[in-house]
Protein backbone atom coordinates (compact mmCIF):
# COMPACT_ATOMS: atom_id res chain seq x y z
CA UNK A 1 0.00 0.00 0.00
CA UNK A 2 2.84 2.53 0.81
CA UNK A 3 4.26 2.15 -2.61
CA UNK A 4 1.22 2.52 -4.55
CA UNK A 5 0.16 5.42 -1.84
CA UNK A 6 3.14 7.14 -2.62
CA UNK A 7 2.88 7.06 -6.40
CA UNK A 8 -0.61 8.21 -6.86
CA UNK A 9 0.48 11.13 -4.84
CA UNK A 10 3.31 11.74 -7.20
CA UNK A 11 0.34 11.90 -10.04
CA UNK A 12 -1.27 14.05 -8.03
CA UNK A 13 -3.95 12.58 -6.54
CA UNK A 14 -4.95 13.08 -2.73
CA UNK A 15 -3.80 10.35 -0.83
CA UNK A 16 -4.65 8.88 2.84
CA UNK A 17 -3.50 5.75 4.58
CA UNK A 18 -6.16 4.48 7.52
CA UNK A 19 -4.15 2.44 10.01
CA UNK A 20 -5.74 0.79 13.08
CA UNK A 21 -2.47 1.56 15.33
CA UNK A 22 0.44 3.77 15.42
CA UNK A 23 2.39 0.69 16.01
CA UNK A 24 1.85 -1.11 12.51
CA UNK A 25 3.23 1.00 10.05
CA UNK A 26 4.59 -1.11 7.65
CA UNK A 27 2.36 -3.60 8.28
CA UNK A 28 2.19 -7.00 10.07
CA UNK A 29 5.63 -8.45 8.04
CA UNK A 30 7.67 -5.38 9.95
CA UNK A 31 5.81 -5.14 12.95
CA UNK A 32 5.01 -8.62 14.27
CA UNK A 33 5.71 -11.60 11.79
CA UNK A 34 8.73 -11.87 9.76
CA UNK A 35 11.09 -9.26 10.87
CA UNK A 36 10.83 -9.78 14.98
CA UNK A 37 11.46 -13.51 14.22
CA UNK A 38 14.07 -13.31 12.03
CA UNK A 39 15.91 -10.87 14.32
CA UNK A 40 15.17 -13.26 17.51
CA UNK A 41 16.55 -16.30 15.37
CA UNK A 42 19.65 -14.31 15.00
CA UNK A 43 19.88 -13.57 18.41
CA UNK A 44 19.54 -16.89 19.62
CA UNK A 45 22.44 -18.00 17.14
CA UNK A 46 24.53 -15.17 18.65
CA UNK A 47 23.31 -16.56 22.65
CA UNK A 48 22.13 -13.15 23.54
CA UNK A 49 19.85 -13.00 26.60
CA UNK A 50 16.19 -13.09 26.39
CA UNK A 51 16.26 -9.53 27.66
CA UNK A 52 18.94 -8.73 24.72
CA UNK A 53 16.97 -10.14 22.13
CA UNK A 54 13.65 -8.29 23.38
CA UNK A 55 15.57 -4.52 23.52
CA UNK A 56 17.18 -5.48 19.79
CA UNK A 57 13.42 -6.90 18.71
CA UNK A 58 11.73 -3.29 19.55
CA UNK A 59 14.49 -1.27 18.28
CA UNK A 60 14.48 -3.17 14.47
CA UNK A 61 10.97 -3.06 14.20
CA UNK A 62 10.54 0.26 16.04
CA UNK A 63 13.08 1.47 13.07
CA UNK A 64 11.14 0.27 9.87
CA UNK A 65 8.09 1.20 11.83
CA UNK A 66 9.55 4.58 11.50
CA UNK A 67 10.82 4.47 8.21
CA UNK A 68 7.30 3.70 6.65
CA UNK A 69 5.22 6.48 8.12
CA UNK A 70 8.34 8.52 7.20
CA UNK A 71 8.06 7.29 3.48
CA UNK A 72 4.64 7.98 3.26
CA UNK A 73 4.62 11.71 5.19
CA UNK A 74 7.41 12.77 3.17
CA UNK A 75 5.37 11.87 0.10
CA UNK A 76 2.37 13.67 0.95
CA UNK A 77 0.25 10.93 1.81
CA UNK A 78 -2.02 11.60 4.60
CA UNK A 79 -1.66 9.08 7.33
CA UNK A 80 -4.59 8.67 9.39
CA UNK A 81 -4.94 6.43 12.48
CA UNK A 82 -8.24 5.00 12.76
CA UNK A 83 -10.20 1.99 12.04
CA UNK A 84 -11.97 1.87 8.73
CA UNK A 85 -14.59 0.14 7.23
CA UNK A 86 -16.47 0.19 3.74
CA UNK A 87 -20.00 0.75 3.42
Do not use: Q
Request: with cysteine; charged share 25%; glycine share 10%.
Amino acid sequence: GKTLAAKMNAAGKKVAVIERSKAMYGGTCINIACIPTKTMIVAAEKGWSFDDTMKERGAVTGRLNAKNYKMLADNGVDVIDAEAHFV
